[in-house]
């Protein structure tokens, strides 16, 4: 079965870049989510996107920014990065016909140097 | 606020015995999902599984269950038979009506040889 694709799988990056994460999520699923985990922390969540609306927003900094377009892929643009910034960034996606259970990519490495 | 707890941060288990993960949920819905997921070394983050609040019947997939105690919010993962790749972080999930999932901080499972 298709899953959550992102890309890319690993990114380095130096502080104050901007990095650019892709997420193509299950086919026919209307909701897209970001979340971020730093090291030996739990997933926080950033923001997420019903029907290529944002639909629910949390501890995403200003410097972030995503939106979905018309095919559902979802994009998370990151600016001005620091090295807090460094976490693995997960994309998940689901359907309110599959009862909300989100399903998540493989997640893509951030490093910020 | 809604919250997830999982108050064990580290559990270990002999393989081939049974565990126990405990977490606990706070909320003022009615109908809802909880979900556990498992973080192996991979870092992927896989569905292990789901209950649906309005269901009193346990959910059970193969080795795992839940004990869903609607009234006192909690929800355990049982884990049977350990095997040495259900060593993995494992993370309590609730979802509620809004687009967004609240994550429990987490239990480290080690499974003993």
């Known amino acids: 079965a298709a899953g959550v694709i992102q890309s890319p799988r690993h990114l380095i990056k130096e502080k104050r870049e901007t990095a650019t994460l892709k997420c193509y999520p299950i086919p026919r699923h209307d909701t897209v989510y970001w979340y971020q985990q730093g090291p030996g922390q739990d997933p926080q969540f950033l923001i997420s996107f019903y029907e290529k609306m944002q639909s629910d927003k949390g501890s995403i900094p200003d410097r972030f920014s995503a939106q979905q377009f018309s095919d559902y892929h979802s994009e998370l643009n990151m600016s001005s990065l620091e090295l807090g910034d460094s976490a693995l960034y997960f994309c998940?996606?689901?359907?309110?016909?599959?009862?909300?259970?989100?399903?998540f990519g493989e997640g893509s490495w951030l490093t910020v140097v | 606020a809604q919250t997830v707890t999982q108050s064990q941060p580290e559990m270990s288990v002999q393989e081939a015995e049974t565990v126990t993960l405990s977490c606990t949920y706070d909320?003022?819905?009615?109908?809802?999902?909880l979900f556990w997921y498992k973080q192996p070394p991979s870092r992927q983050m896989i569905l292990v599984i789901r209950?649906?609040?309005?269901?009193?019947q346990n959910a059970t997939e193969n080795r795992f269950s839940v004990n869903f105690q609607k009234a006192a919010k909690s929800f355990s993962l049982k884990i049977s038979d350990s095997q040495l790749g259900d060593a993995a972080m494992y993370f309590c999930a609730y979802p509620p009506t809004g687009n967004q999932f609240y994550f429990g901080t987490g239990t480290s499972l080690t499974v003993i040889p």
């Open positions: 998940a996606s689901s359907s309110r016909d599959s009862g909300n259970t989100i399903y």
């Open positions: 909320t003022s819905e009615s109908d809802y999902y």
């Open positions: 209950q649906e609040a309005y269901k009193q």
